[in-house]
């Protein structure tokens, strides 16, 4: 048995733990870069005095050498009114949240079930070792409740969320 709590949770529930960190990092990234593109946009529309139109959306990889309008343009975007985009760029931002929230507590039901999972394994591994201990052993065994109480206290939270976190960091890492 594994002595690490967040890897005991791992083998407990891989799969579990792979569909977590999937919905967290292949759905939230690009949700979290939308965000940060409206965010862009609403900003640019608010601090520009001039009546044209705006992209939305619009994405453009700045390369050295290349200046202001001269970047290669990876998505053009919808060109849009002034006075449309903060309508839009807002709605899209509470929709964004919305949908964010809702992929939290997805992955938030991911994770404590592999809690459950580990707990539930744990405790069975305990029950296991009582009952195949010979008689005499038995009295021993006695304290071993009492351990695994203080081996699930001592895994609390880290057990759910032990491998999502470090992917989300590394997300996080690499959308920066």
Known sequence: MERDPVLF?????PRRHAAALALAVGLGGPLALFVLL?????IAVLTRSS????PFLRIALPLPGHHGHEAPILFPGWSLPPTELPLIALTSLAAAALLLAALGAAVAYLCF???ARATARL??????????????????????????????????????????????????????
């Open 123 to 176: 405790r069975a591994r305990a029950t296991e070792a009582i009952l195949a201990s010979p008689p005499g052993a038995r009295e021993d065994l006695r304290a071993l409740p009492g351990l695994v109480g203080q081996a699930l206290a001592r895994m609390g939270p880290l057990a759910a969320v032990g491998i999502v976190v470090p992917g989300l960091t590394l997300a996080a890492i690499l959308l920066a």
């Open 51 to 54: 009546p044209d139109f705006l």
């Open 9 to 13: 949770a791992w083998a407990s529930s």
């Open 38 to 42: 409206c965010l862009r946009d609403l």
């Open 113 to 115: 079930s592999v809690q």
